[in-house]
């Protein structure tokens, strides 16, 4: 039944990978990072992100503008550019990785403890990608309730709200990390049958010998 259900695993992990870099994508180049709602005028809605800002009207649509200049940006969207990139390309690396080393793929399939090892550097690089979407993801949810909660900014100031790509985020690195956490784990199932398996048939082959010795005259 194990081996019925690793493939069933992988494929799993796979999936709930390539859902997770796909978002880890969609986030990156979302403008929501940050939303300002105007009380004074309720029918625009500033948002913010890591390459531009845009204005959302009631009756005009949506407008947008590039940042002029990547060092103008506060300290936490230039990192979380940086990560958010290194998170899409150690994503991308590991599905190419974690690809090559299913079971189900017949190319390489007598090469058993290679594959293993793309299966293993695969779910460390979805780990890695995970953990990379959610640190720049958190740091600017951090920084945007610190100065929510500022109390030297006077109150009829406006002040910026979580986004929608915040919670696309999070979602995204948890299911990489969901996703390279079942790739591990089916290689840790199969170690362990393996083990078993050796222990089982040399314990059958001692008895075949205490069996022979004790037949013989």
Partial sequence: MALVYQP?????????????????????????????????????????????????QEEGGMQCKDFDSFLALPPELRISRILMFFSNGSGLLGLLLSGFGLDCLKVGERQKEQKKRLLLFGGMLFWIS???????????AHSTVQEFWDENIPDIVPRWDFGEALFVGWLAGFCLILGGSLLNCTICSTEVQSSSVHYAVAEQQDQCQCLETETRP
Avoid: D, H, R
């Fill in 130 to 140: 995970g953990i990379t979407a959610i640190v720049p993801v958190s740091w600017v």
């Fill in 8 to 56: 069933v695993m992988q494929l799993s992990g796979i999936l709930v990978s390539l859902l997770g870099w796909v978002l880890s994508c969609l986030t990156t180049y979302l403008p929501q990072w940050k939303n300002l709602n105007l009380e004074l005028n309720e029918l625009e809605i500033w948002t913010m992100g890591l390459w531009q800002a845009c204005v959302v």
